[in-house]
């Protein structure tokens, strides 16, 4: 006899990320190219004992470090397993089976995937042809069926960010039917507005943070989720006991010892951006700043085939798209001027 099986478990079919990715110039998953300062990972590495290892993780040293870095409390912050799991967690603690998840679209993938293995009715609003999004569109698809909206700012993979007046008009509509807003912030240090005020003292509303874009640990896992107290008291008592590993949450607590590190991480970035927004443009490149650590290029020819010759010639991954309003654009990841240099070289050489 077949043994039972989640229907909405079982009816999904899953497409994971390229593997065989090591070696290789990664500017396809806006993870920062280069990494930490070597100097840096080599001195948190001392700390990895036999004893550091064989005890069970102990988050809370590293979440009042976190809360006093961003200006919280301690009851105002809970962290995870990357915001993957955030995501899950939110959307398993304030979601319902057959009700409706607000997002654009297209968007980032783990919020209608999560929607489909949850049994819940994801409701995308489509950008328009100019990669705009009318806000007015995201407030007239909340009902009394929405239990959450979902605003990526920037947004992953369009790039476009929310004003004051746009993200109030969505939380108000929001809060009249009893549905919580996510503020998705994953390239926060990228683009330094945030709607983390709003979240602190909004019954409805949390940001979620992440240490695996400018923080430069995705190997590690570590998400962080911020809001009132009680949504927070929420996902804690949802969280697994111990789902954060001992080793990002030391790394990540070095760092916050560290601002200087991460304010270099960011002139770095921002450096490298510029100039290659810069130099394609000069080259008569039609570019996009997706006000992340990423832009949008047209290449000359059939993006796939440039992403194609870019892998097998150069050892070089960006990521191009199926999705119709994308299809000409190939999506790079961006760093230092020398990771931006590699790049360039590479991709005028094939798309010339």
Not at 107 to 121: I, P
Request: proline letters at 4%; a neutral charge.
């Amino acid at each position: 006899m077949m043994c039972h099986v989640n229907m909405f478990i079982a009816q999904m079919t899953r497409v994971f990320p390229p593997q065989d990715r090591y070696g290789k110039l990664r500017y396809d998953m806006n993870e920062n190219p280069e990494g930490l300062p070597k100097e840096f990972v080599d001195s948190v590495l001392k700390e990895i004992t036999p004893e550091f290892l064989a005890i069970y993780p102990e988050p809370d040293r590293f979440l009042r470090k976190y809360a006093k870095f961003v200006g919280v409390e301690f009851e105002n912050v809970v962290c995870t397993n990357g915001s993957d799991q955030a995501i899950r967690y939110l959307l398993e603690t304030f979601g319902e089976v057959g009700k409706e998840v607000v997002t654009v679209a297209p968007s980032f993938e783990m919020y209608w995937v999560n929607c489909m293995l949850l049994g819940y009715k994801h409701v995308p609003v489509a950008y328009e042809a100019d990669m705009s999004i009318r806000i007015e569109k995201i407030v007239a698809a909340i009902n009394a069926n929405t239990r959450i909206v979902v605003l990526l700012n920037p947004n992953n993979p369009v790039g476009n960010v929310y004003t004051d007046e746009e993200f109030s008009a969505v939380q108000k509509r929001a809060e009249e039917v009893g549905a919580l807003v996510i503020v998705d912030e994953a390239y926060h240090y990228f683009y330094s507005k945030t709607f983390l005020p709003q979240a602190l003292k909004t019954s409805n509303v949390v940001v979620l943070r992440t240490f695996s874009k400018l923080m430069s640990l995705a190997a590690c896992r570590l998400g962080v989720v911020i809001g009132n107290v009680e949504l927070v008291r929420y996902v804690r008592n949802l969280r697994l006991t111990f789902d954060t590993n001992s080793i990002a949450l030391l790394f990540a607590e070095r760092l916050m010892e560290h601002p200087d590190i991460i304010d270099d991480l960011i002139k770095i970035q921002q450096e490298g951006k510029d100039w290659l927004l810069r130099e394609l443009r000069a080259k008569g490149y039609w570019c996009r700043d997706c006000m992340g650590n990423f832009i949008f290029v047209r290449p000359n020819h059939d993006a796939h085939a440039v992403s194609k010759k870019l892998e097998k010639g150069y050892s070089i991954l960006v990521h191009p798209y199926g999705n119709q309003m994308l299809r000409d654009f190939i999506r790079v990841s961006t760093g230092s001027k020398a990771a931006m240099q590699k790049f360039l070289t590479a991709f005028v050489e094939i798309d010339k």
